[in-house]
């Protein structure tokens, strides 16, 4: 079945940049999703990225995706206080199936 | 803008009774999701729906559970005989039959099976 990786915790210092990591082992995932989750709330869709694109960018944040290597990452620049939270990695095969998770990278900004 | 709903926020309960959870989707969204996450781990998908069935279910979502539309704005989850492991946090999530389908989640109920 799908299965989907994710570093447990992340640690940076404020001002710089943040990079989480996801591997992901169906080749057949069509849609790919970063989540972000804070304490005691539900998930909040940051960013997605089909699999026929390299990489998407979106103010700070830029998806890149290597499908070979199944492997995307999120990297947030200029990372803020505000971006402690957990970060889910998430695909999908359809537009309206279900979502397999990752089990989440708890992003620590230190200032 | 529009968004999903859930209630209760908590609900607490003793192990062997039913509960049901709500979920009230975006209006206009045509497909129809339930997750949960137990403490510290991943998030698990349970079941989706769609047309009035299920299109979709985990292992996980055994003859304990049913889903239903009850009326046109409502989706619940039914567990017919709480058991201490289904103590978690439900999603609810809604998705629209746009070209790309984002899952609008809810913010989550809290069940505490005692």
């Known amino acids: 079945g799908e299965d989907v990786e994710q570093s447990l915790f992340l640690s940076v210092r404020e001002g710089d940049s943040s990079v989480i990591n996801c591997t992901y082992t169906d080749s057949s995932s069509t849609y790919l999703y970063w989540y972000k989750q804070e304490p005691g709330a539900g998930l909040q869709l940051l960013t997605y990225?089909?699999?026929?694109?390299d990489m998407k960018q979106d103010q700070r944040l830029t998806v890149l995706l290597n499908k070979k290597d199944k492997h995307l990452s999120l990297r947030i620049a200029d990372t803020q206080t505000g971006d402690s939270a957990i970060y889910f990695c998430?695909?999908?095969?359809?537009?309206?199936?279900?979502?397999?998770f990752g089990d989440g990278t708890t992003l620590t900004v230190k200032p | 803008e529009p968004e999903v709903t859930q209630t209760p926020s908590h609900q607490v309960t003793q192990m062997g009774q039913e509960v049901i959870l709500r979920c009230v989707p975006i209006?206009?969204?045509?497909?129809f999701y339930w997750y949960r996450q137990i403490l510290g781990q991943k998030v698990e998908f349970l079941v989706s729906?769609?047309?009035?069935?299920?299109?979709?279910k985990s292992e996980i979502f055994d003859d304990q559970f049913s889903v239903e539309r009850p009326d046109g704005s409502n989706f619940t989850l039914k567990i017919r005989s709480t058991k201490l492991e289904d103590s978690a946090m439900y999603f609810c999530?809604?998705?629209?039959?746009?070209?790309?389908?984002?899952?609008?989640f809810g913010p989550g109920t809290r069940l505490t099976v005692l």
């Open positions: 209006s206009n969204h045509l497909y």
């Open positions: 998430a695909e999908s095969h359809t537009n309206a199936g279900k979502s397999t």
């Open positions: 729906f769609y047309n009035n069935e299920i299109s979709e």
């Open positions: 999530a809604s998705s629209g039959q746009e070209l790309y389908n984002e899952q609008f």
């Open positions: 990225i089909f699999s026929n694109m």
